[in-house]
Every structure is written in C-alpha cells, then in structure tokens.
C-alpha cells in the first residue's frame, strides 16, 4: 500500500480527497456502471450495478480477496483481524468470533443500549437546547461495544484504546501517499508507530485486567471467548490484539453514525419524526412523566417505524460507503472480463441512489422499509455488505441503533440549530465534519 502511484492517479489526488463520494459519483455518471477508473498499471473498477456487486460480494466471492489498498491500509492498524483477513486465516477467526454474535446474547445489547442512551439523555438541558449529538453518541456507542464484547467497563482501558485506535486510523486515512520507499521514517510513518505501539499497550492493559478480573465457563462476551481460544492455543496472543482493535473500528464509529445520521434526518424531516414518535408513544406510553416507560428487546418487533427510519438513514449515509476486492483470477462482470489483479470498488453510497430501485432517492422516506423493499432493491441494499463477509455485527448494530434512537425521542424531538452547517467527511466511515450539532427540546 506504500508503493508509487501512476501519475494520472496522483493528479486525481487532490479532487479524491476533498469530496471522495462526488468523484465517485462523477466516475459513475461519466464511465457507466462498470467504471475503469483512469489508472492504466492499476485495474480499478467502479462497480455500481447490482448484479455486478452480487457476483464479486456473493455469487464468486471465492475468486476475489480482500487484498486491496483499502484494507491493506487498515490492516496497518488491525492487523489480521476478521475484516481484513482473508482464507483459512479468515475462516477460523469467524468461527472463534461467532458465537458472541449469537441472537441470545443481543438481549443484552438491546440492555446495554438503552442504558448508554438514558445516560446520554440526561446530559440534555432539561428545557431544551443545542447539542453535539455526535459526540453523545460517540460515547453511547463506545459504552455499548464495552461492555457488551469486552465484558469490562470501559471507562479506563476501553477509552484509552479507542483513542489510539481513532489516532492510528487517522494516520492511515490522512495519510498522503508518497512515492519515498518504506523504511524512510517520514512524520506520517512516526505517528503511525508511535499510535500502533499505544494501541498494543490498550489492549493489553484491557486484557489484563480482564485476566484479573477472572472468566467463568459461562462468559460468552467476545473477549472471554477470545482468552479461551489464546488458553487453548488456537489464537497467538497477537491475534487476540487483532480482533480487539478490528471491533473497535467495526462496531463503534459505525453505530454512532448510523445515530447522528438518523437523528439528523429526523430533524429535518419533522413529519417522519412526528411518525416515529406516535409510534413509540403508542408502544412505550411516551415521556417518563406521562407514564412511559424505556425500550426493552421485548419492544423490537413493535418498533417498525423507528428500525424503517434507521434502515432508510444507512441507506442515504451508509456508514461503510465502499467495500472493495481484488480478483483473483479473471472474472465477468455484467458480460464484461475484467482481469486477474482487478480491484472491484463497490460503494453502497451509490447503490442506494439508483432511481429505478429506490424512487426519488434523495428523499428521506422511511416508509420504503415498513412495508418492505421489493427483491430488486433488497439486493442493491448493502449497508452491511453481502455474502459471507456480510457485516457480523449487523443484527448487533440494528437492535442498537433502534433502541439508542427509540430512547432518546421516546421524550424529546430534534430539530436542526440554527445556523448549522452539515459537512459529510468520507473517510474509514461517513462522518459529520466537525461534530452534529441539533436542537432538543422536550415534547
Ligand atoms: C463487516 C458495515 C456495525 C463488526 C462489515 C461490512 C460492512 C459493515 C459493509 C462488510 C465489509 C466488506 O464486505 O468488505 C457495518 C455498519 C455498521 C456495522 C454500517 C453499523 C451501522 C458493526 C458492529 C460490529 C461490526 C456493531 C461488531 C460489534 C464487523 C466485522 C466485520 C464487519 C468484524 C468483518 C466480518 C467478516 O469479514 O467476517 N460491517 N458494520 N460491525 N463488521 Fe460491521
């Protein structure tokens, strides 16, 4: 990934990095749905057709890998954790990781997400006011993936390993990509050991104390299976490292924008919002001093306008808005070959605009969800991803996201502050500039 770029590549630089998703879009409106990007020695593809999407992610996922620069660039910081390993590496590390996936233990992330959201709420000012509900959620969701994974409260070595994680990738994405050979120790590579080094002592620290703490047979959290594995001499220690940092950068920055994403377009979609809180009025009784009472995973399967207004916000903000893979062997795509060595960039930022499956797509219309998308759509919907690297935090990050929400507006509403600007900043994950910023107010 530190290797020369083609020159043509390297004068798109500047127009890539300012606006990543109008360049692709810009790719896609010029060259198609099977777009070559303008790199000769480098076969890039855009690929915005879902069927395409479906051959590499679903249908011959085995002939392409996850070797990208994407995750090459990631896997600076994550190692060979489960996003970014690939073949029996891969295959193992999911199987180890699974079973604290599993649906019995999402009650308690459906506990552990209303919890995160009371406590958020009650940083609001009690007669309304401006908040970065970003930060917020930030914190909400970084206390959810705690101690629901790592079985651990968080609040020392769980926040000091989210912040190395957060400086680490910034090294990485803000990395400007020089032509200068590796080992030449330019500022950007200091940084990044110096992050990575901070990273690997968070980890341990939170793996110590959990050693300390003790495991029973019982604990099924991520981390206790994780020290069960090291014990039994399945995963090197390493390893364990690997998959504590993969879920740091996986499972919290997205949640949280999913949230802020949510929120925001609530607030600036009052009769969606006036939906959503009919319904969670008519299933949790409204606000605490009218006799309400907070969501419990018991409430899920009534809460289908708040999960359809999570949905329809990943659909315009995917949070993971490109997933990439580089074929290993030649392959057709949609009629066309495309060569061995071919990295295939699917963006789900586009996949979601296409107009013929989602009418008016800029729109904010949760209803598209309740009653269900057609089979065309649902194969273009890929927040999550599709196949078997499908997201393994998908389940997790819908029961959140739903709950965070459902609590949060269950006693106020958002509306946008005066004066905010909203800047959307592509980077590991589609971020708000500078924070969000909305009106509460109690209703
Ligand atoms: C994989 C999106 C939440 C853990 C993925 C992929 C996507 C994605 C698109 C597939 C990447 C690819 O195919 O290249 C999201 C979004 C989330 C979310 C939008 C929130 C709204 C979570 C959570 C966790 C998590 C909460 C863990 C607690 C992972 C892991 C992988 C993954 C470990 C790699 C799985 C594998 O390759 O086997 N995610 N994710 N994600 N996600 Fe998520």
Request: aromatic content about 4%; some cysteine; proline content about 8%.
């Amino acid at each position: 990934a530190d290797g020369p770029l083609p020159h043509q590549m390297v004068a798109a630089v500047p127009r890539i990095r300012a606006d990543p998703l109008a360049f692709l879009a810009s790719v896609q409106a010029r060259h198609g749905d099977l777009a070559a990007f303008p790199m000769p020695r480098l076969p890039v593809v855009l690929v915005s057709s879902p069927t395409a999407a479906r051959r590499v992610l679903v249908d011959n996922h085995r002939g392409w890998s996850k070797r990208t620069a994407q995750y090459g660039a990631l896997s600076a910081v994550t190692g060979s954790g489960l996003l970014t390993s690939d073949g029996e590496v891969w295959r193992e590390r999911r199987r180890t990781a699974q079973p604290a996936f599993h649906p019995r233990g999402l009650e308690s992330v459906a506990d552990e997400s209303v919890a995160a959201a009371r406590r958020m709420r009650a940083a609001w000012p009690t007669w309304g006011g401006v908040v970065d509900v970003d930060a917020g959620g930030l914190q909400a969701t970084l206390e959810v993936v705690g101690r629901t994974l790592f079985g651990a409260d968080v609040a020392q070595d769980g926040e000091r390993l989210v912040t190395a994680v957060l400086e680490a990738l910034e090294v990485v994405v803000g990395r400007v990509r020089t032509p200068l050979p590796a080992w030449l120790p330019t500022p950007a590579r200091r940084r990044l050991r110096r992050a990575v080094q901070e990273l690997d002592e968070a980890s341990a620290a939170l793996v110590a104390r959990r050693r300390a703490r003790g495991t029973s047979p019982d604990d099924e959290d991520l981390l206790a299976l994780l020290l069960r594995a090291v014990d039994a001499g399945d995963l090197a220690p390493h390893g364990l490292r690997d998959e504590l940092v993969t879920m740091v950068i996986a499972g919290h920055e997205t949640v949280a924008s999913a949230l802020t994403w949510t929120l925001h377009l609530l607030a600036g979609n009052p009769s969606a919002q006036a939906r959503v809180a009919e319904e969670l009025d008519e299933v949790l009784g409204g606000p605490d001093d009218r006799g309400g009472r907070s969501p419990a995973w018991g409430d899920l399967r009534s809460l289908v306008r708040t999960r359809a207004a999570v949905e329809e916000s990943l659909r315009l903000f995917p949070p993971a808005w490109v997933v990439s893979r580089r074929a290993l062997a030649e392959d057709v795509l949609d009629g066309v070959t495309v060569p061995a060595g071919t990295t295939a960039v699917i963006s789900p930022w586009l996949l979601h605009r296409r107009p013929e499956l989602f009418p008016e797509p800029e729109a904010y219309r949760p209803e598209r969800f309740e009653v269900g998308l057609d089979r065309a759509a649902r194969a273009a919907y890929l927040p999550f991803g599709a196949g078997p690297r499908l997201c393994i935090g998908r389940d997790f990050a819908l029961v959140e996201t739903t709950l965070l929400v459902a609590e949060l507006l269950r006693g106020s509403t958002v509306r946008p502050a005066p004066g905010e600007r909203v800047h959307v900043d592509a980077l590991v994950t589609m971020r708000p500039r500078g924070g969000l910023r909305l009106r509460v107010d109690p209703r």
